[in-house]
Nanobody, 119 residues
Framework: QVQLVESGGGLVQAGGSLRLSCAAS????????MHWFRQTPGKQRELVAT???????NYADSVKGRFTISRDNAKNTVHLQMNSLKPEDTAVYYC?????????????WGQGTQVTVSS
């Protein structure tokens, strides 16, 4: 079982920055990939950024060049640095961890953290 706790959300003006953190209850070396998703009311959850156990990263086109995902292995934490925020970035942001054990894929989610960008 992996527990994920997000923090760092809040209210910011357009053009500002926020840094989200996701603390895992296990060593993130054991986690195959960690993702940040976001969701707004009435819409499907959207994949924002991914970082693999090997350190490879990937981003949604809408956030490329503005968001950076990184990992702090010593603290078992993944961060999402969000710069040049836009009102359309407003959403609940969720941390997700994917752990593959033999042939089984385990999927874990945090509770979410609200990000609100005012215009």
């Amino acid at each position: 079982q992996v527990q994920l706790v997000e923090s760092g959300g809040g209210l910011v003006q357009a053009g500002g920055s926020l840094r989200l953190s996701c603390a895992a209850s296990v060593s993130i070396f054991s986690i195959n990939a960690m993702h940040w998703f976001r969701q707004t009311p009435g819409k499907q959850r959207e994949l924002v950024a991914t970082i693999t156990s090997g350190g490879s990263t990937n981003y949604a086109d809408s956030v490329k060049g503005r968001f950076t995902i990184s990992r702090d292995n010593a603290k078992n934490t993944v961060h999402l640095q969000m710069n040049s925020l836009k009102p359309e970035d407003t959403a609940v942001y969720y941390c997700n961890a994917v752990l593959k054990v033999l042939a089984t894929v385990h999927d874990y989610w945090g509770q979410g953290t609200q990000v609100t960008v005012s215009s």
